[in-house]
C-alpha cells in the first residue's frame, strides 16, 4: 500500500496506471505481480452503471473467486416490442453477475496486495520533467503529508489510462481519443423481490428490445441476489433515460421496488484507432473503446484490455523504452476480438433500427442454432468456427427475417 514518505517523495514508478476499474486494476495486478513498480492511482466514489454480467472465460482467465459472484443467471430473456417473450436457456452452463460495488474494490486490493502502491485521487494532467520522464499530477481524495486538496506528482516510465470513456489520459496524450462516440447509460440498483414472480427471476437477465425503452439500444433487468440493476443505453441525447426505466421498472413489476442507488455514465461504441501515444502512453478499458457493439459487455474485455496492456508494458520496459511495443496492446486486442466487434456492429445496425426489425431480432431468437451459437462464443469470448452448416442456417434465416421472407411468430 502505498505510504506517506513513499507518495510525498514524488519517487518514480516504472508504471502509473490511471483508473481502478477492472482494466487498470488487472494490469496494476499482473504487473506488481512480476516485481514491476506500480502506483494505481483511482479516484474514489464512482461505480459505473453496469448489468454485471461475466462470463466462465472471465471467471477462469482471471481467478474470480465464487463469493464475488452475487448470482448465477441461466438462462435470458427476449422481450420484442410487441411484448413477445423468447427465452435462451444456458444448456450446462451460467453466467456469473458481480456488483461493480464489490467487484472493482475487489480488484483493487488484489492489486495491492500483489505489491501495488493504491493512491486514492484524481488525475489532473501529464508534464515532463527535463530528463523527458512523464510525471502524473493528481488531486488527492485523503490528504497525506498534511494536505487534503493540493495537487501532488509522481514520476512515471510509463502510463496505462484506466481512467473511463471520458478518459483525461487519453484526451491528453492519444491523438483521435476526443472523437469516440458514445452510447449513454443509466441504471437503478433496486431491491429484489423476496419472492419471484411472473416477470423477475433471480436466475434470469431480461433484454427488453423496445423502442419505448432504447431507440437504438436496449433495457436491462438483470439479477444481483438481493437486488437487481434495472436500466437503459441510447446514444439518443434528447431521449429520457430515466423515464425509460421507470417503464421498464413498470413492466418488470419492479416499480414498487426500493431504489438502492443510481448511477449514469457514457459507454464507448467502438475501439479507437490507436491506443498508444507513441512514447510512453498505453490506454486499456473504456478509455480504448473496448465494449462489444450491440451487447454492452465490457467487463471481460476490459479486463483483457489491462492485461495486454500491462503486457506491452512489461515489453517496453525490458527493452529499454522502445515504443513501438506500446502498439501491441492494440494489435493483438484485434487480432483476437476484431471479428467479433465487427459482427456484433453489424447485428446492431441491421436489428436495432425500429420496432419492426426489433420484432424479427426476437423471432429469429428462438431458434435452436441462433441460441446454441450465441451461448458458445459468448461463454468462451470466441467465434465458434467448428460448426460451417450451423452458421450456414443461422445466415440463412437471418437473410430471411431481414428481407421480410420470414413471418414474425
Not at 461505480?47 to 452475487?70: M, N, Q, T
Not at 414472480?197 to 433487468?221: E, N, T
Amino acid at each position: 500500500m502505498t505510504t506517506a514518505s513513499a507518495t510525498c517523495a514524488s519517487e518514480t514508478y516504472d508504471v502509473v496506471v490511471v483508473g481502478g476499474g477492472p482494466a487498470g486494476a488487472t494490469a496494476a495486478a499482473d504487473l506488481a505481480g512480476r516485481g514491476i513498480a506500480v502506483l494505481l492511482l483511482d479516484r474514489a466514489g464512482r461505480i459505473k452503471p453496469c448489468g454485471g454480467a461475466i462470463p466462465p472465460r472471465l471467471i477462469r482467465d482471471f481467478a474470480i473467486p465464487d463469493e464475488l459472484l452475487v448470482a448465477k443467471v441461466r438462462a435470458a430473456r427476449m422481450v420484442a416490442p410487441s411484448e413477445r417473450r423468447v427465452d435462451m436457456p444456458i444448456d450446462g452452463g451460467f453466467v456469473g453477475m458481480v456488483d461493480r460495488e464489490t467487484f472493482d474494490p475487489w480488484l483493487r486490493q488484489r492489486a495491492a496486495h500483489l505489491g501495488a502502491d493504491l493512491e486514492r485521487g484524481a488525475f489532473e494532467r501529464m508534464t515532463r520533467d527535463d530528463d523527458g520522464i512523464a510525471r502524473i499530477h493528481f488531486r488527492p481524495v485523503a490528504g497525506l503529508c498534511g494536505e487534503s486538496a493540493a495537487t501532488r506528482s509522481v514520476r512515471a516510465r510509463t502510463v496505462i489510462g484506466a481512467d473511463g470513456a471520458l478518459s483525461k489520459v487519453a484526451r491528453q496524450c492519444v491523438p483521435g481519443a476526443s472523437a469516440m462516440p458514445f452510447v449513454f447509460a443509466y441504471h437503478e440498483i433496486v431491491a429484489a423481490p423476496v419472492v419471484s414472480h411472473r416477470d423477475y427471476d433471480g436466475a434470469r437477465c431480461d433484454v427488453y428490445y423496445q423502442g419505448r425503452v432504447s431507440p437504438d439500444f436496449y433495457g436491462w433487468v438483470f439479477p444481483h441476489g438481493a437486488t437487481a440493476s434495472v436500466g437503459v443505453g441510447s446514444a439518443n441525447k434528447g431521449f429520457s433515460l430515466r423515464g425509460a426505466t421507470a417503464e421498464l421498472r413498470r413492466a418488470a413489476g419492479l416499480d414498487g421496488a426500493a431504489t438502492l442507488r443510481t448511477e449514469g455514465a457514457p459507454i464507448p461504441l467502438k475501439p479507437l484507432r490507436r491506443w498508444d501515444n507513441g512514447r510512453d502512453v498505453v490506454l486499456a478499458g473504456d478509455a480504448a473503446g473496448v465494449v462489444a457493439p450491440a451487447s454492452g459487455e465490457g467487463i471481460y474485455y476490459a479486463m483483457l484490455g489491462g492485461r495486454l496492456a500491462a503486457e506491452a508494458v512489461e515489453r517496453f520496459l525490458a527493452t529499454g523504452g522502445d515504443p513501438r511495443t506500446l502498439g501491441s496492446a492494440r494489435q493483438r486486442f484485434m487480432k483476437l476480438h476484431g471479428r467479433v466487434f465487427l459482427a456484433l456492429g453489424l447485428l446492431q445496425y441491421v436489428w436495432y433500427r425500429n420496432d419492426r426489425r426489433r420484432e424479427r431480432f426476437v423471432t429469429m431468437c428462438r431458434d435452436p442454432d441462433v441460441q446454441r451459437l450465441t451461448w458458445q462464443a459468448y461463454m468462451n469470448k470466441e467465434l465458434v468456427r467448428r460448426d460451417p452448416l450451423g452458421h450456414l442456417r443461422v445466415l440463412l434465416k437471418d437473410l430471411g427475417h431481414v428481407f421480410g421472407l420470414v413471418a414474425p411468430r
